[in-house]
């Protein structure tokens, strides 16, 4: 049973444009959310996380929204750029406990 | 200055052989983290330990153990490997409830 989706495996996106990356939940004990970035032969790496009692949090190029009605959030980063080329990965769980990670969104960043 | 890193890299060994990988982390963080990544890209958690007491195991067959001798180190032993052990293995560490920083990840092929 996955508890957290992301059902786009892959995004390919112009350079200065936007990406959004896409992740929907399950459970809705749910009240902190995390998005990390991987390079290739390397860990995941934390970006940006937010809880429940807010709906976006922002750093920098990018931005984290939460739709806790829909159980969706959504990663923007723009403007994109070629370092930006990764795999994203969205997890989320109940604070204190367990995350739950997606299957990752590959991001591709095109100069 | 490695915050959190794990040996070895790659392990390549044959069906029926034990193994071990070990994490050592330099934060200071109070939990540490098995993660499996399969084939399907799913990063699904293993073990975790909060000074030195286990608080979660999923379901995780018993051929697989953690071992942790300190708040810095958390190793994973695995007996009679199998074809289906074969993954990336990552492992994590954080303060509770605050997000996860993980290793590089060990690239583990059974044949």
């Known amino acids: 049973d996955q508890q957290v989706k992301q059902n786009s495996p892959s995004l390919s996106v112009q350079e200065g444009r936007i990406s959004i990356l896409n992740c929907d939940y399950t459970?809705?004990?749910?009240?902190?959310f995390l998005w990390y970035k991987k390079y290739p032969a390397e860990g995941p790496t934390f970006l940006i996380s937010?809880?429940?009692?807010?709906d976006k949090n922002e750093d920098g190029r990018f931005t984290v929204f939460l739709n806790k009605s829909a159980k969706h959030l959504s990663l923007h980063i723009v403007p994109s750029q070629p370092g930006d080329s990764a795999v994203y990965f969205c997890a989320a769980g109940e604070t204190g406990n367990q995350f739950y990670f997606g299957t990752g969104t590959s991001l591709t960043v095109i100069p | 200055d490695t915050a959190v890193s794990q040996t070895p890299k790659y392990l390549v060994t044959q069906m029926g052989n034990d193994k071990s990988i070990k994490c050592e982390q330099n934060?200071?963080?109070?939990?540490m983290y098995w993660y499996k990544q399969d084939s399907k890209k799913f990063l699904k958690i293993m073990f975790s330990?909060?000074?030195?007491?286990?608080?979660i195991n999923e379901t995780v067959p018993n051929r697989f153990s953690p071992k942790s001798p300190d708040k810095a180190h958390l190793n994973l032993h695995i007996n009679s490997l199998e074809l289906g052990d074969s993954a990336v293995y990552f492992c994590?560490?954080?303060?509770?409830?605050?997000?996860?920083?993980f290793g590089n990840g060990t690239r583990l092929t059974v044949t």
């Open positions: 937010i809880s429940s009692i807010k």
């Open positions: 330990y909060n000074n030195k007491e286990l608080i």
């Open positions: 934060l200071g963080h109070d939990t």
């Open positions: 459970n809705s004990m749910f009240d902190y």
């Open positions: 994590a560490s954080s303060q509770t409830g605050a997000p996860l920083h």
